[in-house]
């Protein structure tokens, strides 16, 4: 219980700073809504100009964007996007933070299991994110009444909004595996943005090919907006593939700590 406690007070600078970051972003985004709205055909006009795989890989793709539903799918397209780079993050700092601050021996020396320190550290990213995702979607639902002032169906927002926790247990899992089988990590962010990023830019390879398997190969194709408009739900394929990949990494990930040396200093 003393290291879970621990991970979440680390852990807690940058949870607030992501957490209002998405929460900032979509207010920023909502406060414009009625603008594209009234531009709406326009804007439409002006992206027809563009290849269509510009426009699926940045949310403007069979969306309506004159209707709250289909703004909100253009808008979680970005949110997803940095609610990823949090994820990586968060799965890669929890299991390295020792090793970069040259405080393993300390860890090591308390009289705890590899299994009760990594349970504990997979724990608090999960409270973390689970929390983060809470706090965006309560936002959502205060703020679209205000800034909005038109009805929306919870259910699609609630779809939406959770898309961005099923995208982050990818990248959690993901990162703690880099974190256990890498023998050093110097700096966290840099491996995020690098990994995250070459995902999304397997999505945009995917969005010029429009081959179904390499759909598989990145989270950012499981939960797209437009799918869920159409489908009023997740697709059950792509659902089942981020929760077995998950399991998955993170099973990898516990037995790759178990016996990682880490060096005491």
Known sequence: ???FRMELWRSLRSWVYYTASLIAILVI????????REDAALLDELLQNFPPEFRAAFGFANVDLSQIEGYLSFIFSYLVLIGAVYGMKLGVSLLSEESRRKTADFLLS???RRDQVFLAKFSAAMVCVIVQNLLLFAAGL???PILVRESYDIGIFALLSFSVLLVQLFFIGLG???ASAVQTLKQVMPIALGVVFFFFIIELINQSLLEKA???LTPFSYFKG???LHLHGYDTSYLLSDIVVFLVLTLLAAWLYRRKDIHAT
């Open 226 to 228: 437009a799918s869920i």
């Open 142 to 144: 205060a703020l679209i």
């Open 29 to 36: 985004f909502l406060t414009f809504f009625m603008t594209f």
């Open 176 to 178: 703690q595996v880099i």
């Open 214 to 216: 390499l759909t598989y």
């Open 1 to 3: 219980m003393q290291i």
């Open 110 to 112: 308390k009289p705890v």
